[in-house]
């Protein structure tokens, strides 16, 4: 049972790239999420997904886009990279109650 | 503003005796309050909740206190052991139904000196 699997793991873009980080869970969850992590803080909400077809924004979702056109996947689209988007970013599934199931991350760099 | 804050960004903390990891929040719309445990080039895992209809929850070498009316909430580990050397994050989940969006503290380094 894998969890939640995020690729890459690592990736270094330029100013003005665009890039999909991609996350699946084989857990058949409803909610996905995605949290970027800046240093010295805390998880911020980018976007989230109650289900299939259904995605709507978190706390920070300027410069970012998701689709969720399965249960299973819910990748995170950045169209014109900047510095600022220069983080850790995590993708999470949950059933709707209870706790999060996280992925091992995607450390971006934008250079 | 930060509506969970964790205003000790490290503790340190010799094995055996007892970690203490605090955590306070602004928003009284809050409902649920869990922590979680971060090791280096991993994802955050779950460690243990509380819900805002108790004040305490025990689980193992972990127990979590919730004070309602301070807005504070603590983790206790104790015996600590090196294994708990990680970031801890305070983490809280508005009373909304639908999708838990978590409002996380800034976290804490916690180190389990031998």
């Known amino acids: 049972n894998a969890g939640v699997t995020q690729t890459p793991k690592f990736r270094i873009l330029k100013i003005g790239q665009s890039m999909t980080l991609q996350c699946t869970q084989d857990?058949?969850?409803?909610?996905m999420y995605w949290y970027r992590q800046d240093p010295g803080m805390g998880l911020k909400l980018i976007y989230y997904s109650v289900g299939a077809g259904i995605t709507d924004k978190g706390e920070v979702p300027n410069g970012y886009n998701v689709s969720r056109s399965t249960t299973e996947d819910f990748p995170l689209r950045l169209e014109l990279a900047a510095p600022s988007q220069t983080s850790v970013y995590f993708c999470a599934s949950s059933y709707g109650t209870g706790s999060l199931t996280f992925g091992a991350g995607s450390r971006l760099t934008v250079l | 503003d930060q509506q969970v804050k964790q205003n000790s960004p490290s503790l340190s903390v010799q094995e055996g005796r007892i970690s203490i990891l605090n955590c306070d929040y602004t928003?009284?719309?809050?409902?649920?309050f869990l922590w979680y445990k971060k090791y280096p080039a991993e994802g955050p895992t779950f460690l243990i909740s509380i819900s805002s209809i108790k004040d305490k929850n025990e689980d193992g070498r972990f127990t979590v206190f919730l004070n309602k009316s301070a807005k504070h909430l603590s983790l206790h580990i104790v015996p600590s052991q090196p294994g708990d050397s990680a970031v801890y994050f305070c983490?809280?989940?508005?009373?909304?139904?639908?999708?838990?969006?978590?409002?996380f503290g800034q976290g804490t380094r916690l180190t389990i000196n031998p």
């Open positions: 928003n009284s719309m809050f409902d649920y």
């Open positions: 983490a809280a989940i508005p009373l909304i139904q639908g999708a838990q969006k978590l409002v």
């Open positions: 857990m058949n969850h409803n909610y």
